[in-house]
């Protein structure tokens, strides 16, 4: 144990004496946006076909659908549909609670017959158009 201690003292004291030669060198620049500093690398286009491969997430959908409005909750932003099945999201009939922009609400009413467009991200929709039947 008193070599291993003789011998961590030996290493911390050559540490300490070889920085104390040393000149301080100024701190570099601070770069400007990577856009203003440099170019794309000439490469750029390899780089982009070798993340073509790559498992990346997949961007949203659309998808459009009709049902019936059973609920709207302006101040929240959420409507309550009816729907029949929507194919292009997998989704059989059924009533779930979209979001939604309050604005889009003026101009239904529950009760009504409605067709409606979604945005679709991961696994849930956003009603982003709806118009009565």
């Known amino acids: ?18 920085a104390c030669g040393r000149k301080t060198e100024a701190p570099a620049a601070p770069a400007g946006p990577a856009s203003a500093a440099a170019p794309a690398p000439a490469n750029a286009n ?8 790559m498992d990346m997430a997949p961007a949203d959908k659309m998808a459009k659908g009709v049902g019936v409005v ?15 099945a929507i194919p292009e999201a997998g989704w059989p009939a059924m009533t779930m609670g979209f979001k939604i ?11 009504d017959h409605v067709a409606f467009d979604l945005k679709l991200h991961d696994g849930a929709g956003e ?5 009565r039947q």
Not at 1 to 18: D, F, H, P, R
Not at 127 to 131: E, F, G, L, P, Q
């Open 70 to 84: 059973k609920a709207i909750d302006k101040a929240a932003g959420t409507i309550t549909l009816d729907h029949q």
């Open 101 to 111: 922009a309050p604005a889009l609400l003026d101009g239904v009413a529950v009760g």
């Open 46 to 53: 390899a780089n982009a076909n070798a993340m073509a491969g």
């Open 1 to 18: 144990m008193k070599t291993l201690s003789l011998t961590l003292a030996a290493l911390l004291a050559t540490t300490s004496l070889a």
């Open 127 to 131: 009603v982003t158009a709806i118009h």
